[in-house]
């Protein structure tokens, strides 16, 4: 079978640059990419796209109007699509039963209800993007087959997505895998291969993973649990580290040089954000309990517990170290992102941070190169952030640069690691602020060294002074 034309649904992070690769390698496929947010498409049809994501531009803008366009025409999109990928938001559960922890797959289902109330013929791969629980497939398949037409044949895919934000566009071009979970049977096995053979186009076959789909589903959740975990097993270690006087940093190196525990994602920190770690262990953790496994539950919600530790405690030792009282103090928060290279603040640590400095009264200066104004007002007027989101016009003001941010403040606070914070100069910097100047390193990017010649009172993760 010949995949001629794709579609999405879902124009986020995932859909979007997903989508933008694929029509960039496959000149011979159409593929449209659609939202139900009108605005979403039309910031994905302006020269500034609705996300920032390093080399996407380049990427849209050689396709775009050729193989690839974004659309509000769901129904138009869907019926001329042989394969359609659902790649819509799965986000945790806000009420109701698995509160706090299931994923609401909300989202997931209205996108397979749109799918079967609009196919009217023939044979459609219904490709399952977004993050969810294992067996969601299966419940897919339940509502297309529940209200097919004659005429109508349906096989529903896993291919969850291993992209990393800020590095999307790399990931996508050169993944380690690509993982495709489908039906054991002989249509089940076509629609493997014709998914298979469209990443065939810039994919070594030798790294595109077919399975069953209920492997493939839990793979994902497994990929970001051990991930998360790492994170939180080296952020375990800092305090240790700040007790005994040994540096993390070291500890770090010396154990990722055992090819058995490698290097990467061993790089403590004030916490793990993003949309998914955290989304995705609360979803493993439900699962687990659902099914009896309290142990096994309790094993991955200590990664969760361990993040949330990190955040508080690097909280409390900026108070406990401006003499314990921030009221009324500036305080500069640097960076609001989740992480460098990108302008997403879902689940970002500089929000919990932010949040327990306001409970203290402090004022803080925020600065951050790709968040925009009014998504950190939003995200510190929440009310799981602020009560009374009247404190946020009293406490928080928002800043052009980091030097503006840096005025007159007591203390600098690193939340993403930016390259443009390493690059800053703390001479300048330490003659625009308060004295005592302090400095907390939340990410561990910055020369302590030359910071303590300089004057500054330095805190950091894992190290002691
Ligand atoms: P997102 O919130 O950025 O985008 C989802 C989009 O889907 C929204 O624009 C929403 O309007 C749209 N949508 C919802 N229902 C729709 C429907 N029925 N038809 C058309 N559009 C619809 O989310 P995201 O970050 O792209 O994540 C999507 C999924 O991918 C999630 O399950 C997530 O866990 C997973 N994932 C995300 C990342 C990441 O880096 N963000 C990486 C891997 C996997
Ligand atoms: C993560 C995974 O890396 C992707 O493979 C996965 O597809 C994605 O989740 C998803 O399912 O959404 P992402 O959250 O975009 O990607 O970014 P990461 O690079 O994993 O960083 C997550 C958080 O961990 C960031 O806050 C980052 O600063 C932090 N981190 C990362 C550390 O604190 N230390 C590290 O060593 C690595």
């Known amino acids: 079978m010949t995949i001629k034309k794709v579609c999405c649904l879902g124009a986020g992070y995932v859909g979007g640059p997903t989508c933008s690769i694929m029509a960039y390698k496959c000149p011979d496929i159409q593929v449209i990419v659609v939202d139900k947010s009108k605005q979403r498409i039309d ?54 039963y698995g509160k706090g922890k299931a994923a609401d797959l909300k989202y997931v289902e209205l996108a397979a209800r749109d799918i079967v109330e609009t196919v009217e013929s023939g044979f459609k791969i219904v490709v399952e993007k977004s993050t969810v629980p294992v067996k969601a497939a299966e ?36 993944a380690e895998r690509v993982l495709i979970g489908g039906e054991q049977s002989p249509k089940g096995k076509l629609a493997i291969g014709a998914l298979s053979w469209i990443y065939q186009h810039w994919i070594p076959e030798e790294k595109i993973l077919t399975m069953d789909t209920w492997s493939s589903e839990l793979s994902k959740l ?26 993390v940093s070291e500890v770090a190196k010396a154990i990722g040089k055992d090819s058995r525990i490698g290097s ?17 262990i609360l979803n493993l953790v439900y699962i687990c309990e659902s099914l009896g496994l309290q142990e096994v539950a309790a094993y991955w919600n200590s990664v969760i517990v361990i993040n949330d530790y990190q955040k508080r405690r690097f909280s409390l030792r900026i108070v406990h170290r401006l003499f314990n009282t921030v009221t009324d103090k500036r305080i500069s928060i640097l960076g609001f992102a989740f992480k460098k290279n ?35 007002l939003d995200d510190l007027s929440h009310p799981y952030i602020s009560e009374d989101p009247s404190r946020v016009a009293r406490l928080v003001t928002i800043h052009q640069s980091a030097y503006e941010a840096g005025q007159g403040s ?25 004295k005592p100047a302090f400095v907390f390193d939340g990410r561990k990017i910055l020369d302590h060294e030359a910071l303590i010649s300089i004057g500054f009172e330095v805190e950091t993760i894992g190290k002691r002074f």
Request: proline residues 3%.
């Open 139 to 174: 419940s897919i398949s339940t509502i297309l087959h529940s209200k097919q037409k004659a005429g109508v044949e349906f096989q529903v895919l896993s291919n969850p997505e291993f992209l990393a934000e800020g590095s999307a566009i790399t990931d996508l071009l050169h």
């Open 342 to 376: 990108t302008g997403d603040t879902r689940e970002s640590a500089a929000i919990h941070l932010s949040k327990h400095l306001m409970d203290e009264n402090a004022k803080l200066a925020i600065y951050d190169p790709k968040v925009d104004k009014q998504q950190i």
């Open 43 to 96: 910031e994905w049809n302006s020269d500034v796209l609705p996300i920032y994501e390093p080399g996407l531009d380049e990427v849209v803008k050689q396709c775009r109007g050729k193989n690839l366009h974004f659309s509000t025409e769901i129904e138009t999109a869907i019926k001329e699509a042989d394969l359609i990928f659902i790649s819509v938001n799965t986000p945790t559960k806000t009420f109701g």
């Open 410 to 434: 007591h203390a600098l606070v690193i939340c993403t690691e930016w390259d443009e914070f390493v690059k800053l100069d703390f001479r300048r910097m330490y003659e625009i602020m308060e």
């Open 264 to 280: 990467k994602f061993l790089q403590a920190s004030v916490g793990f954000g993003g949309s998914c770690f955290q989304k995705d």
């Open 222 to 247: 497994a990929a970001n649990a051990f991930l998360a975990q790492r994170i939180s097993s080296i952020n375990a270690l800092t305090p240790l580290c700040e007790e005994t006087g040994a540096d």
